[in-house]
């Protein structure tokens, strides 16, 4: 177990003082696990009711995240996943509560509703005005009878903003616990899990899962699911979710809702932005008016991968409720409504003129395009492999795909000015091979079409001085020099020859040879260095003895190309 903590038995003192230490408005009990609002007792002198909520800890931000100006007054922090004992949760109630009295939001979980139950029975006897609210809205559970219930899951959230509102407002416990029950009355959550989550105190998952299963209705505990179902994808996953959370509530075309789409622990946000479009679509599909929706890690379970979906369907002043601003560092806001993905027109470039004329249909230049593309379609896995070692390794792939795309235009580019052909080049691979080779060769690609322009019919020497100016081009925008260990010491040293030949022309072959050679020398002059630039740059000396990817690409296609010339 890997876990950036200190002794299992620390980690939820040290959590709450992380978590108080933190915030200028929180504020910890001393001596019992309690976060409070730290102006607690102004709330109190000001006769609004005290709203207390807690659990298990290992569902951060919950519950001590919703603790604020309305929201939570305190949350008692149990053990992780295990209840908080009575006397905790006493202390909070003898802290926060008033005249007003108190409302208990508990989750429904045989500990919680013993040690809430039993404390605010304690309270009651010493004559505080005390009364608690169950959240069980899991809807994963079918016969609710034959078990211990439905278990309280990231709906209790909605919970809290809902009762906060009305407590902040100055409503009386009455009016606040309604608040309250008439949200839980019309709440329904259900998760699947990817991966299990592991207690600190146990140190190993509680259950596995293999590569493609998922558990479909598990709880935040850690707890294995319902069913155990094969891994789909998102739109199939996100649709069962929903059909069961929307089929529970009965839901109708017409009837607005509030959803919430909660993290588990260790989705990515990415994923999590794919997973609400989805439960977007089928809200949109039923019917539902999507009035107010939230993305993100509400109520976790450690470090679990996987979602839960909560749909609350919106009575009177719900909305409102849930819109009022509160200071709880947890609550993610107003939220977003409608679910209508905005599009707006991208501005298009103005288009360059063809240069067109002149040399078309030069048989040399098809011939070196297909040697070109044949050479980095075979390379792919030896250029992947290298970048694998000492990249991301997608260069093999990225340059494969710039190739393959050249192919299919291959008889339209063949054809064009060497100028116009430079340009499309260029535009396919900026557009086909992304990554740093991407935009580097198109940004060469570009200025080494500049400088045929003019050129009715380039010559060899007009060809050398191109990719001279090219490989300038990537230089500057690269920012690197030879000797960084990147394409330049393979194309740099090249072009010096083809320079240099202009300057004393000779056998074109011969001249060719030399430049592949030169590159192959600079290829390997630099692998024996560390790199400057470039992803390879992070990796120190852990580089040394693997040539450059890069740089044997453009020994790759620079000896295709001599060979296409024969
Ligand atoms: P990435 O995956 O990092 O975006 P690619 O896989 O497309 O990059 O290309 C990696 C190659 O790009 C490197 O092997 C190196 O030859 C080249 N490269 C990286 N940075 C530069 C730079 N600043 N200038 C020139 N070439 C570079
Ligand atoms: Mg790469």
């Given at each position: 177990m890997k876990k950036l903590i200190n002794s299992t038995s620390s980690v939820v003192d040290e959590m709450i003082e992380g978590i108080v230490a933190t915030s200028d408005r929180l504020a910890m009990l001393a001596g019992a696990r309690v976060v409070v609002r730290s102006d607690f007792a102004a709330l109190r002198d000001a006769g609004k009711v005290a709203l207390i909520s807690g659990g298990g800890s290992g569902h951060e931000p919950a519950h001590a995240g919703y603790v604020g100006q309305g929201m939570l007054t305190a949350a008692v922090c149990g053990d992780v996943f295990t209840s908080p004992s009575t006397d905790?949760?006493?202390?909070?109630?003898?802290?926060?509560?008033?005249?007003?009295?108190?409302?208990?939001?508990?989750?429904?979980?045989?500990?919680?509703?013993?040690?809430?139950?039993?404390?605010?029975?304690?309270?009651?006897?010493?004559?505080?005005?005390?009364?608690?609210?169950?959240?069980?809205?899991?809807?994963?559970?079918?016969?609710?009878?034959?078990?211990?219930?439905?278990?309280g899951l990231?709906?209790?959230?909605?919970?809290?903003?809902?009762?906060?509102?009305?407590?902040?407002?100055?409503?009386?416990?009455?009016?606040?616990?309604?608040?309250?029950?008439?949200?839980?009355?019309?709440?329904?959550?259900?998760?699947?899990?990817?991966?299990?989550?592991?207690?600190?105190?146990?140190?190993?998952?509680?259950?596995?899962?293999?590569?493609?299963?998922?558990?479909?209705?598990?709880?935040?505990?850690?707890?294995?699911?319902?069913?155990r179902e094969p891994f789909t994808n998102a739109s199939d996953i996100v649709q069962r979710l929903c059909a069961r959370v929307f089929d529970s509530l009965r839901l109708a075309p017409g009837d607005p809702v509030a959803l919430l789409i909660n993290n588990l622990g260790a989705t990515p946000a990415m994923e999590m932005a794919i997973v609400a479009r989805e439960a977007l679509d089928q809200a949109v599909r039923r019917g539902l008016v999507v009035d107010a929706i939230w993305v993100g890690s509400f109520l976790t379970a450690i470090e679990m991968a996987g979602c839960s979906i909560t749909a609350l369907k919106l009575r009177p002043t719900m909305l409102e409720a849930l819109r009022t601003p509160t200071a709880a560092p947890a609550w993610p806001g107003a939220g977003a409504g409608a679910g209508v993905v905005r599009r707006v027109a991208a501005q298009q470039a103005v288009s360059v003129p063809d240069r067109g004329g002149a040399t078309a249909g030069d048989p040399r230049i098809r011939a070196s395009l297909q040697a070109v593309i044949g050479a980095l379609v075979e390379a792919e896995s030896y250029l992947t492999g290298l970048d694998q070692q000492v990249g991301d390794g997608d260069l093999g792939l990225n340059l494969a795909r710039g190739a393959k795309a050249i192919e299919a235009e291959l008889d339209n580019l063949a054809g064009q000015h060497p100028a116009d052909l430079l340009r499309s080049l260029s535009a396919i691979t900026r557009r086909t091979v992304g990554g740093t080779s991407g935009a580097l060769y198109a940004a060469g690609l570009l200025r080494a079409a500049t400088t045929l322009q003019a050129r009715d019919v380039p010559d060899r020497y007009d060809w050398s001085r191109a990719l001279g100016e090219g490989a300038r081009a990537i230089a500057e925008?690269?920012?690197?020099?030879?000797?960084?260990?990147?394409?330049?010491?393979?194309?740099?040293?090249?072009?010096?020859?083809?320079?240099?030949?202009?300057?004393?022309?000779?056998?074109?072959?011969?001249?060719?040879?030399?430049?592949?050679?030169?590159?192959?020398?600079?290829?390997?002059?630099?692998s024996a260095t560390a790199s400057r630039r470039g992803r390879s740059s992070y990796l120190g000396a852990r580089v040394i003895g693997v040539p450059d990817p890069g740089a044997e690409a453009v020994v790759v296609w620079l000896q295709a190309i001599r060979h296409a010339l024969g």
């Open positions: 905790a949760v006493l202390a909070a109630i003898r802290t926060v509560g008033g005249p007003a009295g108190v409302l208990l939001i508990v989750k429904n979980y045989t500990g919680d509703r013993l040690n809430f139950g039993l404390a605010a029975e304690l309270a009651r006897a010493e004559g505080l005005d005390v009364r608690m609210v169950v959240v069980a809205d899991d809807v994963a559970l079918a016969q609710a009878s034959e078990t211990a219930g439905r278990r990231a709906g209790t959230v909605l919970v809290h903003k809902i009762a906060g509102a009305a407590a902040e407002a100055g409503l009386s416990l009455g009016e606040v616990s309604l608040a309250a029950q008439q949200a839980i009355d019309h709440l329904a959550t259900m998760g699947v899990g990817l991966s299990p989550c592991i207690v600190p105190a146990a140190g190993k998952p509680n259950f596995t899962l293999a590569e493609d299963e998922i558990e479909f209705g598990l709880g935040i505990h850690g707890e294995a699911g319902v069913t925008l690269g920012d690197a020099r030879i000797g960084d260990r990147t394409m330049l010491d393979a194309l740099l040293p090249a072009v010096a020859v083809l320079e240099a030949e202009a300057e004393s022309p000779g056998d074109a072959g011969a001249w060719l040879d030399e430049a592949v050679s030169a590159a192959r020398r600079g290829v390997r002059d630099s």
